[in-house]
């Protein structure tokens, strides 16, 4: 048995498949993942993420404390809500995680932090929190729903009324306190959405009148086709603390610039700058029958081998799509070793959907 989330009691009323993931039980779909997918890019699907650690940081150097730890720069941030994706790093350059966080005002900052690496996360904080001075509080007290789709806020307000009517000007990135809910314009499916962060004794009575609504229950695997097509990455799959964010098509989330701000695995990227980044991250589609999957050999003629890092049939697309690290110097045509058959594979820029739209 693994850790639930407050939903858990409404997920196995509802049917859903579970399955566990990074030690939790959680719903894999509620009878079909293709068409949870298909209400997610079409209409608005909602997820558990309660599983995820909502984690507030207090003091009054948070901001200073942040600028260290992460690889992008809370610098960045000066209106209130406003949110930021960042890498944090070891001191090799490698991810300890990826994450999302919110400035709420100058002794508050709150970051997301993923399910699998938790309690690894919240040891890296805790070990360089002391010199700054600042609090780190795990907030187990609430749970997460996001709600995510063309009609999503729309299915939000009309659940919510005016108790949402202060996130309706929302802009992507950017999230507010209304009362007990915490909610941000923010996702994870390339779909426009909402996360909300609530009491976790008010997380079933929300997810049942949003079901109420017309929203569509969703599981991790309609999550995971929707973020590939997206072309988001997974923390383990297609980076890792093995792997810097220059070689895992993150190095837009890298604020190398102000030069004198000192973050935990500076001097490891800038090293690996100079001396040129032997691998990057790119999206491939396949061109055969077959589907592509984690760990699959990828073989580029007269230049080298790579591996896909994560792969999918895409419900969208309906073809096989997937991520894969290769050589630096890969061009536009690759070949996957699918059960030992060397199947073409074209290499494109993801991601490969994006608000509905097929991107390649």
Not at 9 to 26: I, Q
Not at 51 to 69: C, K, N, P, Q, V
Not at 71 to 94: F, H, I, Q, R, W
Not at 105 to 127: G, S, Y
């Amino acid at each position: 048995m693994g850790f639930k989330t407050p939903l858990y009691e409404t997920h196995v009323a509802a049917g859903a498949r579970m399955v566990d993931f990074g030690g939790w039980d959680m719903p894999l779909h509620y009878g079909s993942q293709i068409e949870e997918h298909h209400a997610v890019r079409r209409d608005a699907g909602m997820f558990d993420v309660s599983h995820m650690l909502t984690t507030d940081i207090l003091g009054a150097r948070s901001r200073e404390f942040l600028r260290y730890l992460l690889a992008n720069d809370v610098g960045k941030l000066k209106t209130p809500g406003k949110a930021l994706y960042s890498c944090m790093l070891n001191e090799n350059g490698g991810v300890v995680d990826d994450l999302i966080v919110y400035f709420i005002d100058e002794v508050w900052f709150r970051v997301v932090l993923n399910a699998a690496t938790r309690e690894k996360d919240l040891a890296w904080l805790q070990r360089h929190a002391a010199p700054f001075q600042v609090q780190i509080r795990p907030r187990t007290d609430l749970a997460m729903i996001a709600i995510q789709g063309p009609r999503a806020r729309e299915k939000v307000a009309a659940v919510l009324g005016e108790r949402i009517e202060g996130a309706r000007d929302l802009q992507p990135f950017q999230a507010r306190a209304l009362g007990p809910y915490f909610v941000s314009r923010t996702g994870y499916t390339g779909e426009d959405g909402l996360e909300i962060a609530l009491p976790a004794s008010e997380a079933a009575a929300l997810w049942q009148r949003l079901h109420a609504a017309g929203v569509a229950q969703c599981g991790l695997g309609a999550r995971d086709t929707l973020r590939l097509e997206a072309g988001m990455n997974l923390y383990g799959n297609d980076m890792d603390e093995s792997v810097s964010p220059l070689e895992s098509g993150l190095g837009w989330t890298v604020a190398f610039e102000p030069p004198e701000r000192d973050f935990i695995g500076r001097s490891a990227l800038e090293a690996l700058r100079a001396r040129g980044v032997a691998r990057k991250l790119v999206g491939l589609v396949l061109e055969d029958r077959g589907v592509l999957r984690r760990h699959q050999k990828v073989i580029v003629p007269q230049v080298g081998e790579g591996e896909i890092t994560s792969g999918t049939f895409s419900p969208t697309l309906e073809r096989s799509i997937g991520l894969a690290r290769v050589p630096a110097a890969t061009t536009d045509s690759v070949e996957v070793d699918i059960r030992g058959k060397r199947l073409p594979a074209r290499v494109v820029k993801y991601p490969f959907v994006r608000n509905g739209k097929v991107l390649i």
